[in-house]
């Protein structure tokens, strides 16, 4: 075979006849014997978790002018392919449909599956039930931007009847994210304002409660009075600069790096009204960021264009790589989310949606972090303080079963985590008992494959 471009590309079979394409690999070019980057699957995307599901690996020919050329197929199943882990590589023929007709024909080429496994995918609550420490922080944006205190289309606009958009940014997310972290001490810093209206210097980062060097409020509720309380001493002004908080968020993630019997993880939740304009050093600082156990969360509130913002999702967008525009530097791992909440009038639920993404993305980043390092969630210990109450402490605030609509109920048992040392864990255990249970089908594949044709 001549040289081409290759690419794999993996299906799923929908019937005895039918596959849909689930994944595809980068092109090799010009190669007869083409190596592709690992990558991950998970069982329930590959067979719904039947193992004896057929998969078809196909090897195309990219063209680039007219539809790509199919060199060759193999069918298997995930359970053959488990046969090979952790043993010699797995060898396919790849046939070629319109050539198996001819009695000299053998294959196009085969198709060597260099390493496999298959392992647990854990989930955020894996971890803070194994005793991960999620440790929130706060910024707010005081910019002009938001208009004046004595109109009422001011963003911080506070009235009797109804929260303004930044509370309810501030109950929305920090009460989902706040039954994760376990001493509900929260760092809450404000943006874009004069401390002094005297003075024509504007601080870009200054602690909601007055006190720099002990930045920690109480829980949401702490960070909501703080931010009621020195709303009036403040006179908003500009323009909307993030690094200096970044840097702030960066120092607290230096201060503990996790291991696996001290888990931790840091999350920064930013609550602006509009572009920012220091958007090329802020996404240095993000790069900067993303070796370290941080999640930045940007919400944007207000009816401002947002457009200029999506482009901090690019990490999580078709695989791109946050770059930096000053240098060379790139993005480690996806770091950065940003989500608008906008004024809902009709569809109330939308919101709703836009959290769940947001809180979803949160735990895929701090799993890839803690992955990436070899870090296991710990075995589950719950510590029940009172036999009279559910599974929380006498200090914690209460664990509802909702929270603007959002179910969290199943956080009132991860709030309770005890931590201590652990064993390392080998897979899922009873909450209770600690007795090994089955190990289900929320699994990953690793697959490294190499096609050597003839």
């Avoid at 083409?34 to 995307?45: A, I, M, N």
């Avoid at 993005?331 to 940003?338: G, S, T």
Wanted: aromatic content about 6%; some cysteine.
């Amino acid at each position: 075979m001549s040289k081409t471009d290759v690419y794999l590309q993996v299906c799923r079979s929908i019937n005895s006849v039918d596959f849909h394409p689930i994944y595809r690999t980068e092109v090799v070019e010009k190669s007869q014997d083409p190596r592709w980057r690992p990558f991950e699957l998970s069982v329930q995307k590959i067979c719904n978790g039947d193992h004896d599901r057929a998969i078809r690996l196909s090897c195309l020919h990219s063209k680039r002018n007219g539809a790509d050329e199919l060199i060759g197929y193999a069918d298997t199943t995930l359970g053959d392919i488990y046969k090979y882990q952790g043993k010699t590589c797995m060898m396919l023929d790849l046939m070629e449909p319109k050539k198996k007709s001819k009695k000299s024909y053998k294959n196009s080429g085969i198709l060597k599956v260099l390493q496999f496994r298959l392992d647990m995918q854990h989930t955020l609550l894996d971890y803070v039930r194994g005793g991960c420490l999620i440790k929130m922080m706060f910024a707010i944006d005081f910019t002009a931007s938001n208009g004046d205190m004595t109109e009422a289309n001011c963003l911080h606009s506070i009235t009797d009847i109804q929260d303004n958009q930044y509370v309810h940014a501030i109950k929305r997310m920090g009460n989902l994210l706040s039954h994760c972290a376990l001493d509900q001490q929260f760092p809450a810093f404000g943006f874009g304002a004069k401390l002094d209206p005297s003075t024509p210097a504007v601080n870009h980062c200054f602690a909601l409660n007055g006190s720099n060097s002990k930045p920690y409020v109480r829980g949401v509720q702490g960070v909501l009075d703080s931010y009621q309380a020195i709303l009036p001493q403040l006179k908003f002004a500009g323009p909307s600069v993030l690094t200096p908080v970044l840097t702030k968020a960066l120092q607290y993630a230096r201060q503990t790096i996790p291991s696996q019997d001290n888990q931790c993880y840091h999350v920064l939740v930013i609550i602006t009204d509009g572009v920012i304009n220091d958007m090329d050093q802020a996404i240095d600082t993000i790069i900067e960021g993303s070796s370290l156990p941080l999640s930045i969360l940007v919400l944007g509130v207000g009816p401002a264009d947002f457009t200029t913002m999506e482009h901090l999702n690019l990490n999580s967008i078709g695989g791109h790589i946050l770059k930096s525009h000053t240098n060379s530097a790139k993005a480690v791992r996806d770091n950065v989310h940003f989500a608008a909440l906008r004024k809902q009038k009709y569809n109330m639920c939308a919101n709703d949606t836009i959290t769940r993404e947001a809180l979803a993305t949160i735990s895929k980043q701090l799993i890839e972090y803690m992955k990436a390092r070899g870090i296991s969630p710990n075995r589950p210990v719950l510590s029940k303080c009172n036999p009279m109450v559910n599974w929380m402490s006498d200090e914690s605030s209460d664990v509802g079963d909702n929270v603007d609509g959002i179910d969290t109920s199943f956080m009132s048992t991860a709030s309770m985590s005890v931590k201590k040392k652990r064993s390392h864990s080998l897979g899922p255990t009873c909450p209770t008992c600690g007795a090994a249970m089955e190990a289900g089908l929320a699994s990953w594949v690793n697959v490294s494959d190499s096609m050597l044709a003839r």
